[in-house]
């Protein structure tokens, strides 16, 4: 971090008022609930069986 501040300092800021907004932490939560779903039906389903009831219950 004190090696990217020392580079630019604009961008520095920029990243750090970026990482304190509410509205990229709500962005970022939007994205993880959205995906979560797919997530864990790969994980059910990546396994060395036959599981077609999974797929489509």
Same mark, same amino acid.
């Given at each position: 971090?004190?090696?990217? %501040?020392?580079? *630019? *300092?604009? !961008?520095?800021?920029?990243?750090?008022?970026? +990482?304190?907004?509410? !509205? $990229? $932490? *709500? !962005? +970022?939560?939007y994205f993880l609930d959205?995906?979560?779903? +797919?997530?864990?039906?790969? %994980?059910?389903? *990546? !396994?060395?069986?036959?599981?077609?009831h999974k797929v489509y219950?």
């Open positions: 971090w004190s090696f990217y %501040r020392v580079e *630019d *300092d604009a !961008k520095a800021q920029s990243m750090k008022n970026l +990482i304190f907004e509410d !509205k $990229w $932490w *709500d !962005k +970022i939560a959205f995906t979560e779903p +797919i997530w864990c039906m790969l %994980r059910a389903v *990546d !396994k060395y069986e036959l599981m077609p219950a």
